[in-house]
Antibody, heavy 121, light 107 residues
Framework: EVQLVESGGGLVKPGGSLRLSCAAS????????MNWVRQAPGKGLEWVSS????????YYADSVKGRFTISRDNAKNSLYLQMNSLRADDTAVYYC??????????????WGQGTMVTVSS | DIRMTQSPSSVSASVGDRVTITCRAS??????LAWYQQKPGKVPYLLIHAASSLQSGVPSRFSGSGSGTDFTLTISSLQPEDSATYYCQQVNSFPPIFGGGTKVEIK
């Protein structure tokens, strides 16, 4: 089955760290750029970060630059998001998403179920 | 960064009505635009990419058009299951910004 499954979310104090994982299956993971998108409670979608298929290129939203690091392990079909110096406004559901084609940037055609990150003291 | 402005922010329509949602980019993005549907408590779902290419499995009542800066998503005959929030996204360049969303409600 073609799917993405996120894990690693939870409750963390401001200033803390968390590492999200996304396990891919059912497609050739190493052929596609991958992405993280978040959605704060009751709010819209916010792109967070993208990584190219071979990890050569990584991009970040200004709101997370310098605090978050995207990475992937093609041998393990896995995507990661290391989140440091977390703030209350990072509270959101975090989705991993697959890019529709082999391009570095394009629409997101497969989404995980999301993992909730809550930053609160 | 390219800004994406969606309108209206919400619309209420009857079953069978034609519904049109617009998305305007702050600069030209050719046809690099995607549309997503998100139902309450659910994961976003890709409807259309490349401005007008219907994703496999998406009902034909959904269509997309436009290029450059102005784009539309049309639901030709609104169905009860179309109640959702719809987002556009520019994928011309990083950052791939989403529009603010349009909530579609059934009267």
């Amino acid at each position: 089955e073609v799917q993405l499954v996120e894990s690693g979310g939870g409750l963390v104090k401001p200033g803390g760290s968390l590492r999200l994982s996304c396990a891919a299956s059912g497609f050739t993971f190493s052929s596609y750029s991958m992405n993280w998108v978040r959605q704060a409670p009751g709010k819209g979608l916010e792109w967070v970060s993208s990584i190219s298929s071979s990890s050569s290129y990584m991009y970040y939203a200004d709101s997370v630059k310098g605090r978050f690091t995207i990475s992937r392990d093609n041998a393990k079909n896995s995507l990661y998001l290391q989140m440091n110096s977390l703030r209350a406004d990072d509270t959101a559901v975090y989705y991993c998403a697959k890019t529709v084609g082999p391009q570095l940037i394009d629409a997101f055609d497969l989404w995980g179920q999301g993992t909730m990150v809550t930053v609160s003291s | 960064d390219i800004r994406m402005t969606q309108s209206p922010s919400s619309v209420s329509a009857s079953v069978g009505d034609r519904v049109t949602i617009t998305c305007r980019a702050s600069q030209g993005i050719a046809s690099w635009l995607a549309w997503y549907q998100q139902k309450p408590g659910k994961v976003p779902y890709l409807l259309i990419h490349a401005a007008s290419s219907l994703q496999s499995g998406v009902p034909s009542r959904f269509s997309g058009s436009g290029s450059g800066t102005d784009f539309t998503l049309t639901i030709s005959s609104l169905q009860p299951e179309d109640s959702a929030t719809y987002y556009c996204q520019q994928v011309n360049s990083f950052p791939p910004i989403f529009g603010g969303g349009t909530k579609v409600e059934i009267k």
